[in-house]
């Protein structure tokens, strides 16, 4: 079964700093390229950034560029979401996934097979 566990959400104030994990399963996590999205409430669910398999790439949505920074850790089959900087319209419910290469750089949440159980950023000013 593959799983995708995240941890590190919270409370805090504007300007900030949080960082997200996702522990993934090792069967995907070697060969699958790693996304994170958010969804606030009444919203769609947004993309946000992306990591190749190897790490040597990722993409970024422009809101976050700057002060988020994707990376992975293969020897803990751990992506790491470093968010500093943090604003209000940054709060959402934060969400890990793996999608196939052949996927890579894409903002369509429906090409990635697996998702976390979401995680709760709330920043307030």
């Known amino acids: 079964q593959v799983q995708l566990v995240e941890s590190g959400g919270g409370l805090v104030q504007a300007g900030d700093s949080l960082r997200l994990s996702c522990a993934a399963s090792?069967?995907?996590?070697?060969?699958?390229?790693m996304g994170w999205f958010r969804q606030a409430p009444g919203k769609e669910r947004e993309f946000v950034v992306t990591i190749s398999f190897s790490g040597g790439t990722t993409y970024y949505t422009d809101s976050v560029k700057g002060r988020f920074t994707i990376s992975r850790d293969t020897s803990k089959n751990t992506v790491y979401l470093q968010m500093n900087s943090l604003k209000p319209e940054d709060t959402a419910v934060y969400y890990c996934?793996?999608?196939?290469?052949?996927?890579?750089?894409?903002?369509?949440?429906?090409?990635?097979?697996?998702w976390g159980q979401g995680s709760q950023v709330t920043v307030s000013s």
């Open positions: 996934a793996a999608a196939a290469m052949s996927y890579f750089g894409s903002y369509n949440p429906n090409v990635y097979s697996y």
């Open positions: 090792g069967r995907i996590f070697s060969s699958y390229a």
